[in-house]
């Protein structure tokens, strides 16, 4: 742990002091508070793992969560937790060394989950969904033996954007990554404190306080992964209309079942007409 750390806490030591980075880091932290409150992720007294792949996200999401346990608006217990899946080249001494450096209370676990994805999937095929279910039922079982009621994911408003434009244009529905769901068993959460923050201010916050930073080299170098085609269109959108992100992000939050074409979310067959009273109707001479 560093000894003459002068911020809230060691993520932040070292942090810039321009007002640019400030905006940015209260930016940040705002946004993950609003999250957090509006979609009631906070159970008193609970244990969140925090997973911790070592990209930019997952760092920018610990550190907030830090900050805001520091500054009382977040009453659960933080453990951070890496899923070291067996990748070759995967530096395994970077996130352990720096976790301790930190002071931060983690786990490692290794699981060889590679071997059984190259296997699994056919050639040319994505490693991404088999990749995720396995992980997540290590992180679930980890879950389960720390005590922790919810598994914390570094997913942001980007990565919620581009799922539900991919279950569009490829699965056939209105669907995204909520940022509060239970899993299937009915015992842990799964919470995206970052579901407000934009892939930008992770990525400026991360490389501004020097995270070292790992990038995902089993699906990252995979040609055509439908998500990249989906985050190249994105892309376009906001460079000609700035801001469309932001506007499409909000219009998951303001979903109108009458307004859509799903008859398991509005009864449109029991929808009635209300006879006008004759003192409405206007008489013709």
Known sequence: MLDDCDDIHPLFHGAPKTTAFKKLRKRIVQNVREAVEQYGMIERDSRWLVCLSGGKDSYTLLAVLHELKWRGLLPVDLLACNLDQGQPGFPATVLPG???????????????????????????????????????????????????????????????????????????????????????????????????????????????????????????TQDGLQRQQVKQILDGWERNSPGRRQVMFRALMNARPSHLLDPKLFDFEGLQRQARAETDIPVLR
């Open 98 to 220: 720096f976790l301790e450096k930190m002071g931060v209370p983690h786990r490692i676990e290794y699981q060889d989950t590679y071997s059984i994805v190259t296997d699994k999937v056919p050639a040319g095929r994505t490693y991404c969904a088999l990749c995720s279910r396995l992980r997540r039922g290590h992180l679930y079982r980890i879950a389960r033996e720390e005590g922790c009621s919810a598994v914390v994911l570094g997913h942001h408003r980007d990565d919620i954007l581009e799922t539900f434009f991919m279950n569009l244009f490829h699965g056939g529905r209105l669907a995204t990554m909520p940022p509060k769901l239970l899993n299937e068993e009915g015992d842990v959460f799964v919470c995206r404190p970052l579901a407000h923050v934009a892939e930008e201010d992770c990525d400026r916050f991360a490389k501004a306080m020097h995270y070292p930073i790992i990038p995902c080299d089993l699906c990252g």
